[in-house]
């Protein structure tokens, strides 16, 4: 099992039911976190919402494949919708829930701490706390010394077609540039970008670049974790009035760059340079004179 024993015990009634029942059931759970999704956005940003959700390929096709991805976007809307109500303890903790998959959260810390948000910051921690705490508690040191095991050793076969990831190493494999110079570089870039929009803006923003940072650095990211980019893709074109910001967020959803990974590289490089135009466009977008004293 390639996630933390909290994930697999919070999986574990499934296994009450046969093979393919239980995977209709998993299926129909996804395909209501996703409907709550669009009702959340219709009421947060009109019918406009609706038709660009209905665009965006990946997550129909991680519900079709069993992926989760679709749980994870449930996770950051949730959160997100917590902090719109001021409730920021509570917005930090349930991002954290995000913890199953840590490498998809890499930047957030960074964006957090940036922007001094320390009880959302405490939240987000006490968040990843309970799940290791809880992982701990079902599988003891020696379980999660073999997980770590697992995933240092298996990484090879977690990642069998690196040009069709979503980060700058499958960007430079699609490229034919193998350097390790270029990948420190790329991601070091991304980072800084990160860091620039954190510091002169607000919240949205600030989450927007870091989940577009974590997805372009992070070791293992395909297609269906693209689905964790439709949170930052809608609040960029429904909250920025930038023509350039508005023309990538629409680029992301439209299904041709998604289509491209059926080809071979450096086709496959599409939905990669779809999630990075976006946070070009946000960080040419960004006012150098803007300063947002965020609450605390």
Not at 121 to 127: I, K, Q, T
Not at 230 to 259: E, H, M
């Amino acid at each position: 099992f390639v996630r933390p024993h909290i994930y697999a015990a919070v999986l574990s009634p499934l296994a009450l039911l046969p093979m393919r029942p239980a995977f209709y059931v998993w299926s129909a759970i996804q395909g209501a976190v996703l409907l709550a999704i669009a009702v959340w956005a219709r009421r947060r940003f009109g019918n406009d919402a609706l038709v660009l959700l209905g665009l965006f390929p990946p997550a129909i096709l991680a519900i079709g494949f069993g992926q989760d991805a679709v749980v994870f976007l449930g996770i950051a809307v949730a959160s997100y919708a917590l902090y719109e109500r001021g409730q920021l303890l509570a917005a930090g903790f349930v991002l954290g829930c995000g913890f199953i998959k840590p490498h998809l959260l890499l930047l957030f810390p960074v964006a957090l701490l940036v922007q001094k948000r320390w009880r959302m910051l405490a939240g987000f921690a006490l968040g990843g706390a309970v799940e290791a705490g809880i992982s701990l508690a079902l599988a003891g040191i020696g379980g999660a010394k073999v997980y770590l095991a697992f995933l240092r050793n298996q990484e090879g076969h977690l990642t069998p077609n690196p040009e069709r990831m979503l980060n700058v190493h499958g960007m430079m494999v699609n490229l034919g540039l193998e350097s390790p110079v270029i990948r420190v570089t790329l991601v070091a870039a991304v980072v800084v970008c990160c860091i620039i929009i954190a510091r002169r803006s607000e919240w949205w923003e600030a989450l927007v670049a870091a989940q577009i940072g974590t997805i372009l650095i992070a070791p293992h990211v395909f297609m269906y974790d693209s689905c964790l980019v439709v949170l930052p893709a809608l609040l960029v074109y429904f909250k920025q009035s930038g023509i350039a910001a508005r023309v990538a967020a629409t680029v992301f959803f439209v299904p041709f760059p998604y289509l491209l990974q059926l080809a071979d590289k450096p086709w496959t490089i599409a939905p990669a340079l779809a999630i990075l135009s976006l946070l070009l466009a946000l960080l040419l977008e960004a006012s150098p004179l803007r300063r947002t004293q965020p609450a605390n």
